[in-house]
């Protein structure tokens, strides 16, 4: 039942890490984070794809570079993570008392 979203969970893992990694090393193409992060390079394509599209980056001749709204995820990303989790927790609580 929650195969798709823990595989949708590791996407979107791999989605910030290339986020996190372009913040770090900006700008920076698509050969330098298949290095640095040790993935595929059509992964990386992929991932930037997607980051673009939410507008948490952008591409230039040099590489890619994040915009303020990624600024404002990485702001955010503490709480909604703690959220989430509290919610799979819940899920947790719900299941133990279940089994009793």
């Given at each position: ?46 991932s930037l794809r997607v980051m673009e599209g ?47």
């Amino acid at each position: 039942m929650l195969k798709k979203i823990k595989g949708d969970i590791e996407l979107i893992g791999r989605h910030l890490e290339v986020l996190s990694t372009v913040a770090q090393h900006q700008p920076i193409g698509i050969i330098k984070l298949s290095e640095v992060l040790n993935v595929p390079q059509h992964r990386i394509r992929y991932s930037l794809r997607v980051m673009e599209g939410l507008g948490y980056i952008r591409a230039s001749p040099t590489g890619a570079f994040t915009t303020e709204k990624a600024d404002e995820l990485f702001t955010s990303l503490d709480t909604d993570v703690e959220e989430i989790t509290e919610l799979l927790n819940g899920m947790r609580a719900l299941v133990q008392r279940s089994r009793v």
